[in-house]
């Protein structure tokens, strides 16, 4: 035993699980972004679906996934940890304060754009995650000419399916999947989802904006030449980049797909 | 000029505060904050009231004494100054001004607007230290230092403990003092010995204060009168969890 506080007791400690957490999330974004840049594909969704089915079928991504939801969940509580503590170190508020004159806003409110992150997060979830995986999902059929490389495209009624298969018949490779990219297009028929998903990816731009950087400097990490890069990764592909393309889907779904 | 002061008025720990209103008046614009707080002092005293009780020593920006959280800032509107090097040229006539202490459960109001800051001491008893034996004087440069290394402590070594870090910090985070007072020694061969225990040491009797996590927001590099910097707190991070994760020292 030793005579000085365990690791995760201690403030710095709990700030090191929101680091770690944060950092993991972050990279996830990456590759949910590198995937999902397939809806921008006039494919009738061929790439995006055999994609969805191995994101959700393949074991190791599978493992990642049950780890990733893990984080979420220990991101969030740790926030409420950390700022129940940090509300309680100022009992009485100053009467005039003047935050903006020394720190940023998004800074300050890492929990306001967390909150509402959360709230994607839920309404994100139940529209397409749930939908997939326990919902009525639309099936499909595509049947791609191997010479030449024509695609054609067929709704299958859902006693027609039985599980996602590709397969090469007559010189035509057909495939037939759970067709989640037109339960995407047929969500975002509504106006109102275009907005709160856009307004999402703005509050995750500026949560991401200071919270990329504030993580390695949680970690201590201060590197005269690659701290400055960390700053700017963090601003320009995290806080802007990354939500950015991540708004085009639904306001492409909405503007190109669908009219 | 003639100000409104709105201040915070509070008899001691144990008694709840509000806000008063003074006016000031005739208040020469070379005066220091704390100087025309002395003209309102002396107004207020010779109505056979009590006075404002507000901390101050040097008033020249060395010992760290003053506090007062001015407009909505510790030290007032200017950057990298202290109250008492705050001049009365930087508000304008007729301007109201809200004077309050440092807010933080781990720095209670003895009075008015003077906070217990020995908190920070207890910190620095914990750890803010090297153990050297006495004896005689030892040669001036008889252990070499790197110019930009003794430059490095030096400059942590400049914090004052006025405790404007925790009183900007939205948290009431003391790791700016902290990362100070532990990157001195941690850049320096005197403080080796003890380098790992005093991170640990210091760490955990900041927590114990009840001071709030860091967010890194950076408001208190941005309010400190002597310019510590926020590398402080990366070395301060990088320290503690360096002693706690890779290698943790025990002393028997």
Redesign the interface.
Same mark, same amino acid.
């Given at each position: 035993m030793?005579?000085?506080?365990q690791?995760f007791?201690?403030?710095?400690?709990?700030?090191?699980i929101m680091s770690l957490t944060g950092i993991f999330l972050s990279l996830f974004l990456v590759v949910h972004l590198v995937g999902n840049l397939q809806l921008f594909k006039s494919d009738g969704g061929l790439a995006f679906n055999e994609y969805a089915y191995f994101m959700t079928h393949f074991a190791p991504i599978k493992a990642i996934s049950y780890l990733l939801y893990a984080t979420f969940i220990v991101h969030a509580l740790y926030s409420l940890i @950390?700022t129940y503590?940090?509300r309680?170190?100022?009992? @009485?508020?100053?009467?005039?304060?003047?935050?903006a004159?020394?720190?940023?806003w998004n800074?300050?409110n890492?929990g306001l754009l967390g909150t509402i992150i959360l709230i994607f997060l839920v309404t994100h979830m139940s529209n397409f995650w749930y939908q997939y995986h326990w919902g009525d999902v639309p099936y499909v059929e595509y049947t791609t000419n191997i010479q030449t490389g024509e695609t054609s495209v067929r709704d299958i009624p859902a006693a027609e399916f039985h599980d996602f298969v590709k397969y090469i018949e007559d010189g035509s490779e057909i495939m037939i999947a759970k067709d989640l990219y037109k339960e995407v297009n047929f969500s975002f028929q509504s106006w109102y989802l275009v907005v709160f998903y856009v307004l999402a990816m703005v509050a995750l731009g500026f949560h991401l904006a200071?919270g990329f950087?504030?993580a390695f400097?949680?970690?201590?990490?201060?590197h005269n030449r690659y701290a400055p890069l960390i700053r700017a990764i963090g601003f320009w592909i995290f806080g802007i980049l990354i939500p950015l393309l991540f708004a085009a889907m639904p306001l492409y779904s909405f503007f190109v797909v669908n009219s | 000029m003639n100000l409104t002061l709105?201040v915070?008025r509070q008899k001691n720990e144990n008694t709840r505060g509000k806000?008063h209103t003074y006016e000031a008046k005739d208040i020469s614009e070379d005066m220091s904050f704390l100087e025309m707080l002395d003209v309102v002092n002396d107004e207020i005293t010779r109505k056979g009231e009590d006075p404002i009780y507000f901390d101050h020593d040097c008033r020249e920006g060395i010992c760290g004494m003053c506090s007062l959280?001015i407009?909505?800032?510790p030290h007032g509107?200017k950057e990298q100054i202290t109250t008492c090097q705050l001049h009365m040229r930087s508000f304008h006539d007729g301007q109201t001004i809200?004077i309050?202490p440092w807010? *933080?459960? *781990?720095f209670p109001v003895l009075k008015d607007l003077a906070v217990d800051r020995s908190a920070f001491d207890r910190i620095q008893q914990a750890g803010g230290y090297i153990s050297v034996n006495t004896g005689g004087t030892p040669d001036a440069n008889i252990i070499p230092i790197p110019k930009v290394k003794a430059d490095e402590a030096f400059n942590s070594a400049t914090c004052i403990g006025c405790g404007a870090c925790v009183a900007?910090c939205?948290?009431?985070?003391a790791m700016l003092f902290v990362g100070a007072k532990v990157a001195q020694f941690a850049v320096l061969p005197q403080g080796q010995a003890e380098r790992k225990e005093r991170a640990? *040491?210091m760490?955990?009797q900041?927590?114990k204060e #009840?001071?709030?996590?860091?967010?890194?927001? #950076? *408001?208190c590099e941005?309010?400190c009168p002597v310019g510590i910097s926020?590398?402080n707190?990366?070395?301060?991070?990088?320290?503690?969890? #360096?002693a706690?994760?890779i290698k943790?020292v025990?002393v028997h």
């Open positions: 030793s005579r000085f506080n690791l007791s201690s403030t710095i400690g709990k700030k090191l @950390i503590r940090n309680k170190a100022r009992p @009485i508020a100053y009467a005039s304060y003047n935050g004159a020394n720190s940023t800074s300050r890492m200071h950087k504030s400097q949680t970690l201590g990490f201060d | 709105k915070w806000f959280y407009n909505g800032r509107p809200v309050e807010r *933080a459960a *781990a900007a939205k948290n009431s985070s640990q *040491a760490v955990d900041m927590d #009840g001071f709030g996590s860091c967010t890194n927001t #950076g *408001a941005a309010e926020l590398s707190i990366a070395t301060l991070n990088r320290e503690y969890l #360096g706690k994760i943790e025990e």
